[in-house]
């Protein structure tokens, strides 16, 4: 049973930094896709990032320049780095994988980790 175990959210002062960490058990990491999506509290969920087995990478909008994903497949580890943190990104972040290439419906989700940006 794939498991994935988010961790590294916190509070965090507009502007500042973090890194957001998704340790997967051992599956066939090295070939799919990893996402991040987030979900703020009481709205959707918000597909933010992904990154192929072989290191390409997609993001939304609303995160581009500003937050960097990447991946250790030796660790089956997947990364978020954020910077810039603004308010808005106030969410419980996900790193959904498997069964879908749109991340939010994406089959396989771990418990989240939770940001919390604010002065």
């Known amino acids: 049973q794939l498991q994935l175990v988010e961790s590294g959210g916190g509070p965090v002062q507009p502007g500042g930094s973090l890194r957001l960490s998704c340790a997967a058990s051992r599956f066939t990491f090295n070939s799919n896709w990893m996402n991040w999506v987030r979900q703020a509290p009481g709205k959707g969920r918000e597909w933010v990032s992904r990154?192929?087995?072989?290191?390409?990478?997609k993001y939304a909008d609303a995160v581009k320049g500003r937050y960097t994903i990447y991946r250790d497949n030796a660790n089956y580890t997947v990364y978020l780095h954020m910077n810039s943190l603004k308010p808005e990104d106030t969410t419980v972040h996900y790193c959904p994988t498997l069964g879908s290439s749109v991340g939010v419906e994406c089959d396989y989700w771990g418990q989240g980790t939770e940001v919390t940006v604010s002065s």
């Open positions: 990154i192929s087995g072989l290191g390409g990478t």
